[in-house]
């Protein structure tokens, strides 16, 4: 199919839709936004665009009604309003389509499409036009749900698309929020998106796009407002800008920029031990190809690229979790290629996943039985577990993680976000791997969390394992790791040695982009200089 052209240049309608003026946020020893001002014209694709932690979601939250601003005022049109509530946002047309898709999954396609706002005759749902207006819109975008099936059954980048599709056609919102909804959306997929977004605007309705990516970013949007550190600094048209002008606003410093040619990428040679891990031409079709490179023990290796780069993918291929198509993984001497976890973990690799509410934990059990789910083994005699090395197990993994909990037989689902995560921290290096994939252990944890999961990792856990990291931001990475790889639109495009860090040139990298005068390590060939 082809993809939608969009008219960048193009006037949009007079006036505005949206409009925030001096909209502040204030948490408990943070100031998340300060004295935001944003203007956004009806029939507009406005992006939004920033560093993690700038106050994007943040922002979206207070014009989607779901967070209260601590000042300023929100005018919808011509009304004015201290503050949005969910109902109010909804009322005045306004919806949210967040970066991580929530949907009902026990629902079917047609009921997630519907729920809130089915119609209902004598109190009776009628079910056979709930199915049949659902198969219009679906038929309608040229998808393929069925829609009776099961929510669970689609794919993350599908019910990604069914809330897309719920806010532009059920609820036909005339402002509709896209916090970095293209995130997670295959390349079909994404081409569905931005159709429907050009339909929207040739409808007349505004669209708020939020995206991590400069390029589509300009790809897709008339305007774009830059944040950083919670205050709006610039706000310029598309066209007037390219990949390096945005960026250069985006860091705050206006420098010429190049671009990073794509290509097969090989690491120098370093390090007299011989690696732990080593994995070459890494290829799965359309996620990442012909990745390679080594890891040393006692290394944390960073691993830096935007959502949809191919990070978590490429950690769970590693780990079997989703088998590679193509190419060898090398534990020490020995050449494998992981089709289930369980291969890899006797190999010596551990995975943490991103998610650790569906993937990490298990709600039911207590601390202590999460904990030793990957040490049963050591904690057995026969088949029955030693309850006095047990005791000892896990109350040594709480002091070493400082796990808060009234109790190891505490329901592990009643902890903070944060000690969730330590659990899952703990539980994997009990096992002493050789292997540590960490992807984003610190993603949705507070201050004193993420300082003290860098610290354990970089003080206790490379001690005896080389650790692949990823992070939501560059800050961790630069905190603690030996060396950083780019990985861009699913290939490995440059190398950075920990003498080499600096926040700019590594958020330049994984736009693409790099600042002339950094010597580049990728030839035309895609092996190194």
């Known amino acids: 199919m082809n993809e939608p052209q969009f008219a960048l240049n193009k006037e949009v309608n007079e006036g505005s839709a949206l409009r925030l003026h001096n909209i502040s946020k204030i948490y408990p020893g943070t100031v998340a936004l300060h004295n935001v001002n944003l203007d956004v014209k009806k029939g507009e694709v406005h992006g939004i665009i920033g560093k993690n932690g700038a106050g994007k979601s943040t922002?979206?939250?207070?014009?989607?009604?779901?967070?209260?601003?601590?000042?300023?005022?929100?005018?919808?049109?011509?009304?004015?309003?201290?503050?949005?509530?969910?109902?109010?946002?909804?009322?005045?047309?306004?919806?949210?389509?967040?970066?991580?898709?929530?949907?009902?999954?026990?629902?079917t396609v047609a009921e997630n499409l519907f729920v809130a706002d089915y119609t209902?005759?004598?109190?009776?749902?009628?079910?056979?036009?709930?199915?049949?207006?659902?198969?219009?819109?679906?038929?309608?975008?040229?998808?393929?749900?069925?829609?009776?099936?099961?929510?669970?059954?689609?794919?993350?980048?599908?019910?990604?698309?069914?809330?897309?599709?719920?806010?532009?056609?059920?609820?036909?919102?005339?402002?509709?929020?896209?916090?970095?909804?293209?995130?997670?959306?295959?390349?079909?997929?994404?081409?569905?998106?931005?159709?429907?977004?050009?339909?929207?605007?040739?409808?007349?309705?505004?669209?708020?796009?939020?995206?991590?990516?400069?390029?589509?970013?300009?790809?897709?949007?008339?305007?774009?407002?830059?944040l950083r550190d919670g205050k709006s600094v610039a706000t310029a048209k598309c066209a007037d800008l390219d990949k390096a002008k945005l960026s250069s606003l985006i860091v705050g410093e206006d420098l010429q920029l190049i671009t990073v040619s794509q290509g097969r990428f090989k690491p120098r040679k370093g390090g007299a031990d011989q690696p732990v891990l080593s994995v070459e031409n890494l290829t799965r079709l359309g996620i990442y190809q012909n990745i390679t490179f080594d890891l040393h023990r006692g290394e944390i290796l960073g691993l830096a690229g935007l959502r949809g780069s191919g990070?978590?993918?490429?950690?769970?291929?590693?780990?079997?979790?989703?088998?590679?198509?193509?190419?060898?993984?090398?534990?020490?001497?020995?050449?494998?290629?992981?089709?289930?976890?369980?291969?890899?973990?006797?190999?010596?690799?551990?995975?943490?996943?991103?998610?650790r509410e569906r993937e990490g934990i298990i709600s039911l059990l207590s601390v202590r039985e999460n904990l030793v789910l990957n040490s049963l083994k050591r904690l057995s005699r026969g088949h029955l577990v030693n309850q006095r090395r047990e005791k000892e197990f896990v109350s040594s993994i709480i002091d070493m993680f400082g796990i808060k909990t009234s109790s190891p037989e505490q329901e592990v689902a009643h902890l903070s976000g944060g000690n969730k995560q330590k659990v899952v921290v703990g539980r994997i290096a009990s096992t002493q791997p050789k292997i540590l994939l960490l992807d984003e252990p610190t993603k949705g944890v507070d201050i004193s969390t993420r300082e003290s999961i860098l610290a354990i990792t970089r003080d206790k856990l490379s001690e005896t394992a080389g650790i692949i990291l990823t992070s939501p931001g560059l800050e961790d990475l630069?905190?603690?790791?030996?060396?950083?790889?780019?990985?861009?639109?699913?290939?490995?495009?440059?190398?950075?040695?920990?003498?080499?860090?600096?926040?700019?040139?590594?958020?330049?990298?994984?736009?693409?982009?790099?600042r002339p005068g950094i010597k580049s390590r990728i030839l035309k060939t895609g092996t190194v200089n």
Not at 140 to 161: C, M
Not at 172 to 177: D, G, L, P, R, Y
Request: proline share 3%; charged share 30%.
């Open 478 to 514: 630069i905190q603690i790791c030996d060396r950083i790889l780019i990985l861009y639109r699913g290939e490995i495009i440059d190398e950075f040695m920990r003498e080499e860090f600096r926040e700019s040139d590594l958020f330049y990298a994984v736009q693409g982009i790099k």
């Open 311 to 355: 990070r978590t993918e490429l950690l769970k291929g590693i780990a079997g979790i989703e088998p590679v198509e193509d190419g060898l993984i090398r534990v020490e001497n020995t050449s494998r290629r992981f089709t289930t976890p369980s291969q890899a973990l006797r190999s010596g690799i551990v995975y943490l996943p991103e998610d």
């Open 59 to 107: 922002l979206m939250g207070i014009i989607a009604g779901i967070i209260a601003p601590t000042g300023g005022e929100i005018f919808v049109g011509n009304k004015k309003f201290e503050a949005l509530t969910r109902i109010v946002a909804k009322k005045e047309k306004i919806s949210i389509v967040p970066q991580d898709p929530q949907v009902i999954m026990d629902f």
């Open 120 to 226: 209902c005759r004598n109190g009776f749902l009628k079910w056979k036009e709930l199915y049949s207006r659902a198969e219009e819109i679906i038929q309608k975008n040229n998808l393929h749900f069925n829609v009776r099936a099961k929510a669970a059954d689609l794919s993350i980048s599908e019910r990604q698309l069914l809330l897309v599709l719920k806010a532009c056609y059920v609820e036909e919102s005339s402002i509709i929020i896209l916090d970095e909804a293209s995130a997670s959306l295959s390349q079909e997929d994404e081409k569905t998106l931005y159709r429907i977004i050009e339909e929207r605007k040739k409808q007349g309705n505004t669209v708020l796009f939020i995206s991590h990516r400069t390029d589509e970013l300009l790809r897709v949007c008339d305007r774009v407002t830059v």
